[in-house]
């Protein structure tokens, strides 16, 4: 009985070679230098898995099922035996290749991210250069009707009667709750003024209410649980004595009930003659304003400015002539002008709004 062929030396399996064939029925020989073929370099283990994937035609399940392993090990084992018959493996192609098609895609994708970056560049710049543009022209507006305005009122404490300023005044005051009357103005004189702070100690979702005459509001983030007040009282006076009566006269309330708090400046009733002076500059509070971050606010105004920042909650805006900022508000906003201009910037939240003859500007609003 002939012994199967060896490929591998049983001593130190390296390859076997032969030098001598001979044929079994005549006996000739032949001797010379005799390759065994591609398959002697298989193992037995392989070969019998390869025998097993050629009765099985090739089918993965049929192998699966014979020799009792996953599909993997299957797979695994086949790319094996292509290695090993000298054959390049999908397992492991050719690596420097591979190696080539990286750096082209790196290379591609590097370019195509650049391009990318670039386009977004230039679209930024043009919507930079377009909303700087706009932004300049709507500041040159606004400017225009804030000098408009200014004449308006100076025309109108020049010329008009007592009579007539008052019930401006009870107008505007019924519409807005404010105690302020209109009627003559002296804006002349140099300014003083005196500057006063408290602090509210409050729970969860507070309520602010400011109501403010003439002067600037400003609203922003601060401490939790504390709202701090800085009211800065301002006047003009022909005289030291006068501006000192003045400032003793304006008074700036600040009350708390629970978790409320209210701010309002006011005039002493005895000197009605006088409390016109809360417009044309005469007289004006300026209030700065640190809040918790959750709160209801109702913030109004008649000639001063309004600025609000960072709040989450209920937020009702009103301003007569001033005009109004809020910035990175969220939550159901009511906002409301007759002649000052509004712009609201990063709001998230239910929104109604309006004005006379003001500008509202949006932007980043959902």
Known sequence: MANPVIGRCPICSESLRVVRLECEACGTRLEGNFTLGRFQALKADQLEFLETFIRARGNFKDVERELGISYPTVRSRLDAVIRALGFPSQAEPDRESERRKEILFEQARERYHEMRQQERDQRRQERDAERGAHREERERAREERRSLRDEIRRSMHTSLGTDLGHHIGRTIRDSMSFNVDLGDADTGGDEYSETLERDFTVG??????????????KIAVGQDGMIRVKARKRVRGTSEDRAKRLLENVEVRMEQDGDEVTLKPHLYEQDRGWADLFRGGRVAVDFEISVP?????????????????GTRGPLDAQSVSGDVTLADVQGPLRLKTVSGDAELTDFAGQLVANTVSGDLTFERVR
């Open 293 to 309: 971050r959750e709160l209801r606010l109702e913030a109004h105004t008649v000639s001063g400015d309004l600025a609000v920042t």
């Open 204 to 217: 969860r979702m507070p309520r602010l209410n400011v109501r403010n005459v003439s002067g600037d509001t």
